[in-house]
Every structure is written in C-alpha cells, then in structure tokens.
C-alpha cells in the first residue's frame, strides 16, 4: 500500500518538517503549491493516501480545482483540513471509507477577538483617543457634562451556533458578569446559558441579546440567516459579531441596517469577495462598508495569530499519527 502523504498549497510548507520528522522513512511527504501545474497536481493526489489541504485553493479563481483534486484522490483514506469551515466540500466527491477532518485550534484567539469587539463597542477607546488628540474632552467625567460610555456587566450575548468557540467565549465573559443565550440545530441544557433552543428562537434570541455572535457554519439553512426582516428583532442599541461566513449575514440587509443606525453596530471578520494572492488591494464588499461609523471591519484575521501555526502543525501531526496508528481520529467532519 502506497505510503504517500500529499500537502497542497503554499501554506503547507509549514507542516513538511514535522510531519517529516514524526513519521521518518516510512511516508513519503510531498509538496505542491500554486505555481505548479494542475496535472501535476492532479498526477499526485491520484497516488496519495492522505492528504492535507490549506485555505488557499479555497479562493483561487479556478472554482473547480479542488472538485478535480479530491475526485483524483482515489487512494485517499484520509483529508486533513488545517483551518475550519467545509462548506467549500462535497462529500459526493469523496471515495467510500475517505475521512476528513479538520482543526479547531482557532477558539482561543477567536474568542479574545470577540470580547475586544464586545468591550470597543461598549466604551469606545478608539473614537475618545481619535476626540482627545483633536483636544476635544467629548467624553469624560472631569467635566461632568462629557458623553458617557457603556459597561458590559450584566449585558446578554446571544449565539447563534454553541460550539468551541461560543463555549470559550462564555468562559471570558462570565468574570465581566455577563448573561448568555444560544441556539442551535441540537439544543441541549447547560448551566453556562439562560436558555439554550433550536433555531426556530432566533427572533427571541435576537431581541434579547445585547451582542450576538455568530459562529455556524455555512449551509443553505444558516445562508441569508440573518436578513431584513431579522435585523428588525434587534434591539437598536444591538451589535452582530460575525467571525463565521460572510453570507450568513444578507450583505445588502446589514449594510442598510447599519447605514440607517437600524442596529448599534457590527463587528465582521467575514466577508463577501476576498482578496487574493495576486490582488491584495481591494474592498471586501461592493457596497461602501468602509464609509459606516458603526462598524469594524477585519480581514478574516480574528484567529491569524502568533501562536497559531504551534498549534495548527500539533493536531495535524497528531491526528495522521492516529490514524496510521489506527487510534481514534480528531474533529471528524465525515
């Protein structure tokens, strides 16, 4: 049986070593990036056993290059995805007994992102440095009459989608005092949460909540998710967090929203049109977010970290050391 082990893409370049140095002789270790030909490509995933795919070929212009990649894959046992989110796959490309997992090391610092989000929007440190290098006291107490700011204690977060990441922000907040909601497709009881129901709530949920985060992956039943007539069951004073995919919000819907001072405010990290390596100067929207004061926009940066290629390369090598070893598998997607 082959012992072939295919990396693609040029991000890829940082799990060559370890995986090298961790399995020894036994695997072969191969390389493509995005300047090699697609038959080459094409020619080494149809001898790889396992293979590991990076978020560039996600958003190269060529939309079917990773269809023809698995599809070629027919020895594949095992597709190892070091970033999150699969809604880019299809199982039906998969042959029978492929696995594939992925990593969800990007909590912690998600979830540091999402309270510094949560606390900006409730005392605004950017807008009273910007106010006061202007030498204008808008805000402040020293004058009495200065403009005051929010605090976030007894505040409520409502998440849409309860998983790594929600449960670790919780774990941040709860020192604020602050209150929690959620839902998801499979509700279950935890003692974190208010309430935790099926996404039938999510006007609830909405209604209730000082921020909400989003943190569901993209389907056809969380696409356009949130929209016009959702935004209307926020409270106005209401912020929307979106760290998960861009078109789970309507971008027409929250661009309008927020124009209109509908909501408080939003936090995005997710976009609807994305750079790429050959173009890396443009908006993420065609509409002028960039022109809004209530909104701060991130390019998908709220798990780009220094720490995060160390943990990345752990749990990738570990679990292909698992499944040569025949031991039980990490984040099983499919």
Known sequence: MNQNILIVGDYGKIFLDPLSKALGDSWTVQH??????????????????????????????????????????????????????????????????????????????IAEYVMLGILEFAIHMRLMDRELRQGRWTFGGSIVR???HSEIQNKTI?????GHIAKRVTELAT??????????RTPKEDPRLEWWKDSSHLDQLLSESDYILITSPLSDSTRDMINARTL??????????????????????????????QIGGAVLDVWYQYASTDNL???????????????????????????????????????IQNFINKKPLLEIVY
């Open 175 to 184: 020192p604020f005092g602050m209150k929690f909601l959620a839902i998801s």
């Open 32 to 109: 493509w990036t995005i300047g090699q030909s697609k038959s080459n490509l094409l020619d080494l995933a149809s001898k790889a056993r396992i293979l590991v795919v990076t978020a560039e070929l996600v958003y190269l212009k060529d939309t079917q290059l990773i269809e023809s990649l698995i599809k070629a894959g027919r020895q594949l046992q095992l597709i190892q995805v070091p970033f999150s989110g699969m809604e880019w796959l299809d199982k039906d490309w998969l042959t029978d007994g492929c696995r594939v997992c992925n990593t969800n090391q990007h909590s912690e610092p």
């Open 281 to 319: 100067e443009m908006q993420p929207s065609v509409l002028p977010f960039h022109e809004l004061d209530n909104v701060i926009m991130t390019p998908h940066t709220a798990s780009w970290t220094d720490d995060l290629d160390r943990r990345r390369i752990e749990s990738l090598t570990k679990n």
């Open 146 to 148: 200065g403009k005051k």
């Open 158 to 162: 409502g998440f849409i989608g309860f």
């Open 232 to 261: 209307r069951k926020m409270k106005s004073t209401g912020v929307i967090i979106n760290v998960a995919r861009g078109p789970i919000i309507n971008e027409e819907a929250i661009y309008q929203a927020l124009k209109n001072h």
